[in-house]
Structures are given as C-alpha cells and as structure tokens.
C-alpha cells in the first residue's frame, strides 16, 4: 500500500497567479518605474542645469577679475601718476613712437589707438596719456587687424600703461644724457630688446625707448633706439626715488575662434617691446558690452574736475571726454556649451547692462544665458598726485 505523499493536501489546494493578477502587477511595477525615472531624470537636469550655471559664472569671474585687474593698473606712471606727465613743460613724449611692422598689422607697437583715430594728435604722438590711456569702442576696430576677426556684436576695450614689472634707480644721473642705473639682475626680464618705457618719480615723468646695458645694471636711451632726443629734458635728473617700467597694452574683444559653436573672450597683449598673438582667455563668452562713467562738473571753487560719475555712457560714441571718463562697467553674455541646456526652461529676454539684448545672428536659441557684470573705478585717474 502507497504511502501518501507528506503535504499532497496543501499542495492541491495551492494556485498560481491569474492573469489578472500578473497584469495588475506589472502596471503597479511600471509605474513605479516611470516614478522612478521621472525623479531621475528630473535629478540629473537639475544637476546639468547647475553644473552648466557654475561653470558659467566660473568662467565669467575670470574674465572679469582678469580685465578689471588690469583697468585698475591702466594709466600707472609712477608715483605723479598718468595725469601728471610732461616733458619740459610740453604736452609731449619722447619718442614720438609709431607703429611697427608685423602681423596682424595695425594691432602692434606701443600704440595701436593711431591707427583707429589718425587724425588726432592727442592720440596719434601720445602712447601714454589722460586721453588715451582707456578707450572703448562699439565693435571691435577692424583697421587694428590685418585681417579682421569674425566677431559677434560686441563692445571692445583698449588700456595701457606701466608695467607692475617695475625696478627701482639705484644711482643718480650725473647728466640729463647718462643711462638710468638699475640693480645687477633687477631688468633680467627686459633682456637685450629695445623697450618702450616709463621712468618716473614724485615731480616728474617721461616715456623713452631703452635697452638694458652695462653687464644688466643701466638702461641706456640713445636716438639710435628711436628716441626723439638722447636725453631726458634738463629736469629732473632722475635719482634713487625714481622707477623705470615697460609700457604695456591689452586690447579686450570677443570673436569666434573658426570651427566653434559661440565666441569667446580674447586678449592681445603688448609688453614693451613685443605683441603677443590673440590669446583665447574664456571660451562661451557670447558679447561683452561696456559702460562709461564720465565726469561732468567742476569744483567750484578750484574748478578742477570733481572726479566722480556723474554721467554714464552707454556706448563710446556718445563719451565726449576720454579723460574724464573715471570709471568702466563691464557686462559679460555668458552662455552654455551645451546647445540643449535650457529646452526645459521657462526663459525670459535676456538683459545685458539693464539694455534689451540680441544675440548674434545665427546663434542658438536653447542655450542657456547669464549675465556676470562688474563696475571698475580708474584709480589711476581719480587720485592724481
């Protein structure tokens, strides 16, 4: 006789799951799933949506930081400062330095505004003025390139003066015609070339052409290095309060490097001596546009400018007086290298400077737009000595 098998009775009593069953099952799942996937996918745009916003304002900072570090040293001449320079008594430099040779042609020498502005004498014999020392412009200036770059609509700024690389005179002129004595290894950074420089203490300034010499310890300035006369006027023999610097320019535009999807943030540099080749500083820099705080009043008691904004301008056109201009407001169109960054997001018109903002044309309309801005003082200009 068969033995029953154990549990046999709770085995015929057991079902599988009905169809209905497994179905209602697979929708609850799936629509777990979807809740999931939403919460997933909400997850990682928010993440891409504020990782490609820091990346912008990080971008946007340096920029910033980079071009106001060097308006703040604009217009630097030593201790009397940039308004305070004059040869002899006259409105004048030596040399009266005129462009160099090369390539790009135009944006080369200590003073490519001449080309831009050829009819003026106050720009075109002065590297290194009140007038000139920062200039804006509403493009970017196509006679400063040989070949002009692809830009978008952008403001672009011009600003020079002398170099922080400064040395000190260690040894008083004997001559309005002997060199300037520096310290053994001080000028090591000018080499052998021919610099456009600075020299100045508390009473007075004057820029020249100099070459390092005497085994690295005297800066000579002779005609032959272009120099309008060999020696400094009759005053001041320049002693041990004295400093010599290099006369540097930056020029600032925004272009589109050939092959890229949006433009960037260039500089070119001028050193003294040499112009360095365009240099990509920031990448996904769409414009940048520029205002102008330009003093309009007197004192009025001692009728000298009172040095405050009072007015600003807000395109260069309409600046009437480049040495009253005493501040710079710099805005930034900062936008995403993704061109799919903002399909989700509810946008509204950009601004740029609290003006109505158009980008250039052909440009996408679902990357993501930022503006980064900053207001720079000219300290170079508002604290004459």
Known sequence: MKRPIPNMRSALHQRGVTLVELLISLALGLAVLVGLSAVYVAAKQSFRFQETGGRMQEDAMFALETISRELRMAGFAGCRGVEKINIAGVDTYYPQL????????????????AVVVSGDPEVTLKPLSPFNFVRGFDNVPAAMFATAPTS??????????????????????????????????????????????????????????GQLAGGGTQIAHTTAMGNAAASFPSTPIYGVDALVM?????????????????????????????????????????????????????????GAPTMQADVWRTTAATVTNWSRV???????????????????VVTVAPTLLGEAYTGPVGSSATRLRKEFSTTVVLRNRIAPR
């Open 98 to 113: 005129g462009l160099t040779s090369g390539s790009p042609g135009g944006i080369n020498g200590p003073n490519p505004l």
């Open 152 to 209: 978008s609509a952008t403001n672009s700024l011009f600003m020079s003066g002398g170099s922080e690389k400064a040395v000190s005179v260690t040894a008083a002129m004997g001559a309005v015609g002997d060199p300037l004595t520096i310290a053994a290894g001080s000028g090591a950074f000018l080499g052998a070339a021919v610099y456009n420089m600075v020299v100045a203490n508390c009473s007075s300034s004057s820029l020249f052409a």
């Open 246 to 302: 290099p006369l540097e320019w930056s020029f600032y535009y925004v272009a589109t490097r050939p092959g890229a999807a949006t433009p960037s943030l260039y500089r070119v540099r001028y050193d003294g001596n040499l112009r360095s080749g365009q240099e990509e500083l920031v990448s996904n820099v769409e414009s940048m546009r520029l205002h102008y705080g330009e003093n309009t009043v007197n004192d009025l008691v001692t």
């Open 326 to 344: 005493v501040a710079v407001r710099i805005g930034l169109m900062m936008v995403s290298d993704d061109n799919a960054a903002n399909r989700d």
